[in-house]
């Protein structure tokens, strides 16, 4: 009976033993799991923060990126603005007839209801058409000049510019005196000269001497001569052919009397006269074609 307590004993403190291991096993490998899926946990919350600070960063360098590239389109875009005011604010042809007109009405506003060229006679807009003039409604100048910057009329800033054309107007006593001082040549008067065709039906006589050469014709009331130079090998007769094709396509205004052209084979000044009663009017320049223009347009 002792024997069979003492063997129960020993059994019961080996259960007691085995029981406290099992628990502790347990407890540890619970406290493993706890851990794993803490450390876990927190791997998981560190890539999602990692995560949210690269989408704020990637949306805020988008950001960015967007701006900069509006801010950039916005100062071209003001370049470009620039450049086109500039651009239109640069003398044209349209331009310069506006200023034509506009200079046109201050003399008109200053000497009443004159006479005055309705064309610049230019062909393009080498700078601003500006104007100056002297005189009063019966005996005037008016000198047409291009500079780089537009002027108003009569502006002291023009005077020391040269003038490409100038008209001019005087008034005489009488149609008689006024016509005795146009430069006209009539056609009888170079009879017996050689001859030379300068198209559209008209012809011309040659008047050659002391190494000059002067070709002279007539057209309505309008007689013409083309001056030239033998001793430094000038011909006009393409000038002459110039001028005669010229107008058929501008007529020159109607003199009451006669009107005169005398002209030049190079640049040099060139002169149109004609009356009308007794006013005598004048237009000058180097250049043919823009003075037949602007006295093509005169009213």
């Known amino acids: 009976m002792k024997k069979e ?3 129960f004993g020993i059994l019961l403190v080996s259960g007691l033993i085995l029981g406290a291991c099992s628990n502790q096993k347990k407890g540890e490998k619970t406290s493993n799991e706890s851990e794993k899926t803490s450390s876990v946990s927190s791997v998981r919350t560190k890539k999602s923060q990692e995560k949210s600070q690269s989408s704020s960063s990637v949306k805020k360098d988008a950001s960015t990126s967007s701006a900069g590239s509006v801010s950039d389109a916005s100062s071209s875009s003001g370049s470009n603005l620039e450049a086109r005011e ?3 604010s640069s003398p044209t042809l349209d331009l310069n007839n506006k200023r034509l007109l506009e200079l046109n009405a201050s003399i008109r506003n200053n ?6 060229p309705s064309a610049n006679g230019l062909d393009s807009a080498p700078g601003y058409l500006n104007m100056r003039y002297t005189g009063d409604a019966n005996n005037f100048s008016v000198d ?3 500079s780089y910057s537009p002027y108003g009329l009569n502006d002291g800033a023009t005077s020391g510019h040269v003038p490409y054309a100038t008209f001019v107007k005087k008034t ?10 146009v430069p006209y040549q009539p056609s009888d008067s170079s009879s017996g000269l050689p001859t030379v065709d300068l198209g559209h039906g008209i012809s011309g006589v040659m008047d050659s001497g002391a190494g000059q050469r002067y070709l002279q014709w007539n057209e309505g009331r309008w007689s013409f001569v083309v001056h030239a130079s033998a001793v430094v090998g000038e011909d006009p007769v393409p000038t002459a052919q110039h001028v005669v094709d010229l107008l058929e396509r501008y007529y020159l205004p109607a003199p009451s009397t006669k009107g005169g052209g005398q002209l030049e084979a190079t640049a040099s000044e060139n002169v149109l006269t004609w009356n009308k009663g007794n006013v005598l009017y004048t237009l000058k320049g180097k250049n043919i074609d823009t003075l037949v223009k602007m006295a093509a347009s005169v009213k």
């Open 144 to 146: 047409y000049i291009v």
């Open 5 to 7: 307590l003492k063997l």
């Open 111 to 116: 000497l009443g209801n004159i006479l005055l």
């Open 172 to 181: 005489y006593d009488s149609e008689s005196a006024a016509a005795n001082d």
């Open 86 to 88: 500039t651009s239109t």
